[in-house]
């Protein structure tokens, strides 16, 4: 059995926050404002993950309004998912995903922030890819007051 999954996140960004994506930290002098540690990229592979699956959604997982999520590491967040969705005999084929922001540049991070999601699912580096765009000025995340990601996967089970 093959599946697709898509999932997408969207945080506002502030000053005086951290920027992580992908489960680094990158230097920006904005950050993702959430519950969570705001890890756009981690939350929308999460989603797409446990769709693919059929198992649900990061907020169901997670609940925002419940306080042992406050400021947690979204790694230790998709390690979960991906755990419990391996117990299920799901297995991944393979993962693109999309991250629109204007600061920071991405594509000087892309081979870290690839690793590290390889790393996370213990999975190759080659069933993963990321790649930015830039909204052109329009919108919250054109404008830097956001940033949203994207994530699709094939996943299947023997």
């Given amino acids: 059995m093959i599946r ?5 996140d969207l945080h506002k960004l502030q000053e005086g926050r951290t920027f992580f994506l992908g489960g680094i930290e990158i230097e920006c002098t904005k950050g993702e404002a959430a519950h969570s540690d705001g890890d756009v990229l981690l939350h929308a592979i ?3 993950l446990l769709g693919a699956a059929a198992m649900g959604d ?3 997982y997670f609940p925002p ?3 042992i999520w406050k400021d947690a590491d979204s790694k230790e967040l998709l390690k979960t998912v991906w755990h419990d969705i391996k117990e299920k005999g799901w297995s991944l084929c393979n993962m693109d995903c999309v991250v629109e922001t204007e600061i920071p540049k991405i594509k000087p991070h892309r081979q870290k922030i690839i690793e590290s999601i390889a790393n996370i699912l ?4 080659e069933q993963i890819f990321v790649k930015a765009k830039t909204n052109e000025g329009c919108d919250s995340v054109g404008k ?6 994207y994530c699709t996967c094939l996943v299947m089970k023997e």
């Fill in 4 to 8: 697709v999954g898509f999932g997408t």
């Fill in 46 to 48: 999460c989603d797409a």
């Fill in 58 to 60: 990061i907020g169901t």
């Fill in 65 to 67: 309004e419940d306080a």
């Fill in 122 to 125: 213990n999975v190759e580096s």
């Fill in 144 to 149: 830097t007051d956001a940033i949203k990601a």
